[in-house]
């Protein structure tokens, strides 16, 4: 498998956490973790010479923050709410990475 290869699979991972397990504080955790080693892939394959659109790694990288300024919220008295949205939005930035990344394959745009 290659490293790109691995990077899809973690990706359909990635889009399926953000859909289902950002909404309580402990799965948002497992979902930094993840989302995590995603990035470190992506790195890796950057440093290998792959691009991608910018926009995907910005993308990327604004859900990446949202979840962690959302598990810092949660752990604020009365602030589950505001967590839920920031998690929310967090998760359709991570979305839009996903799809934009996956366009990205199918169009030939990755490339060195």
Known sequence: ??????????AFVVALVAVLGVWRRSD?????YIVTLQILIGILLVARGLRAPSIHYGLALLGWAGYMVANAVARRANRHTLA???????????????????????????GG
């Open 28 to 32: 948002r955790r497992i979902a930094l």
């Open 1 to 10: 498998m290659t490293l790109l290869t691995a990077h899809l699979w973690v």
């Open 84 to 110: 839920l949205v920031i998690a929310g939005v967090s998760s359709l930035f991570i979305l839009c990475a996903y799809f934009i990344g996956m366009e990205a394959v199918k169009h030939g745009y990755i």
